[in-house]
Structure formats: C-alpha cells, structure tokens
C-alpha cells in the first residue's frame, strides 16, 4: 500500500483474497459494508459499466514505520494513473 506526496511511503501489504466482477448492483450488494465509499459515489464512478470489479482484501500488514520506496527499488515511480479496459483480459497484440 503506498501513501501519496507528501507522505510518499509504503504503509504496508496485503495478500488478496479473490477479485470479484459482476452487474455493479451485485458488486455493491456484496462489498457496500467494507467499500469505504457510499452508494453514490459508487454507483457514480461504475456509471454505466456493465461488470464492475472488487479486489478482496486479507490481513493487512501494516509497516512501523513506513518505508521510503527508494530504499528498495531506486528507480521507484509512484504510480499515477490508471486505465479502463474494454475487454478483460485484454487483447495481446504481436
């Protein structure tokens, strides 16, 4: 888990437990008591998506105190941005 500027640090890890895809209603109607975000504002952000996707979490590890990325990876880039995909898995081109 990574904290953004300007923090900057790794908070810690977690394996995922299973990836949820299905209607957004029933992704909802399964993840709406842990989402940390209100119906609203996902029924908003998935807004006519057909399949929406959950990441399960397990047990958080959280690191005292948090790590700089640096001290492990040197050319560590903060992730930036993300990406909608029409298709899952996506096309591979050759």
Same mark, same amino acid.
């Given at each position: 888990?990574?904290?953004?500027?300007?923090?900057g640090r790794?908070?810690?890890e977690?394996p995922?437990?299973?990836?949820? &895809?299905?209607?957004?209603?029933?992704?909802?109607?399964?993840?709406?008591?842990?989402?940390?975000l209100?119906?609203?504002?996902?029924?908003?952000?998935?807004?006519?998506?057909p399949?929406?996707?959950?990441?399960?979490?397990?047990?958080?590890?959280?690191?005292?105190?948090?790590?700089?990325?640096?001290?492990?990876l040197t050319d560590?880039v903060?992730p930036?941005?993300?990406?909608?995909?029409? &298709?899952?898995?996506?096309?591979?081109?050759?």
């Amino acid at each position: 888990m990574y904290a953004t500027k300007p923090e900057g640090r790794l908070l810690g890890e977690f394996p995922i437990r299973r990836i949820l &895809a299905g209607p957004p209603e029933a992704i909802w109607a399964a993840t709406a008591a842990g989402a940390g975000l209100d119906g609203a504002e996902f029924a908003a952000y998935f807004r006519s998506a057909p399949i929406a996707y959950a990441i399960e979490v397990g047990t958080v590890q959280a690191y005292d105190p948090p790590a700089d990325p640096r001290t492990v990876l040197t050319d560590f880039v903060a992730p930036q941005s993300f990406q909608y995909l029409d &298709a899952w898995p996506p096309a591979v081109s050759s």
